[in-house]
């Protein structure tokens, strides 16, 4: 079994930074991807970011690239999601996932551990 345990959401400006954390723990050496994901109440979880935990390549949504970076400390089992330049439509609760897969995935199907969630509010 892994464990995630997420942090840093919170509520920000539009235009703003945040920075969400997810800590990893247990058979982490059984998981070869990271991703984080979002979800708005009556909506889909949404694919953000993933990132490989050997060479460390990353995929991101075309909603966030250029805005959110994801990156990994393999050392303290740790990935991060760094948001800026942050929008309303930002605004959800952000989750962290784990896979087995060696490929990175965007469907939440092919993760297999996750996070309980952190909730990110953009104002305008």
């Known amino acids: 079994q892994v464990q995630l345990v997420e942090s840093g959401g919170g509520l920000v400006q539009a235009g703003g930074s945040l920075r969400l954390s997810c800590a990893a723990s247990?058979?982490?050496?059984?998981?070869?991807?990271m991703g984080w994901f979002r979800q708005t109440p009556g909506k889909d979880r949404e694919f953000v970011a993933t990132i490989r935990w050997s060479d460390g390549s990353t995929y991101y949504a075309d909603s966030v690239k250029g805005r959110f970076t994801i990156s990994r400390d393999n050392a303290k089992n740790m990935v991060y999601l760094q948001m800026i330049s942050l929008k309303p439509d930002d605004t959800a609760v952000y989750y962290c996932?784990?896979?087995?897969?060696?490929?990175?995935?965007?469907?939440?199907?092919?993760?297999?551990?996750w996070g309980q969630g952190t909730q990110v509010t953009v104002s305008s």
């Open positions: 247990g058979r982490t050496d059984s998981t070869n991807c």
């Open positions: 996932a784990a896979a087995r897969t060696v490929l990175l995935v965007t469907l939440p199907g092919r993760y297999d551990y």
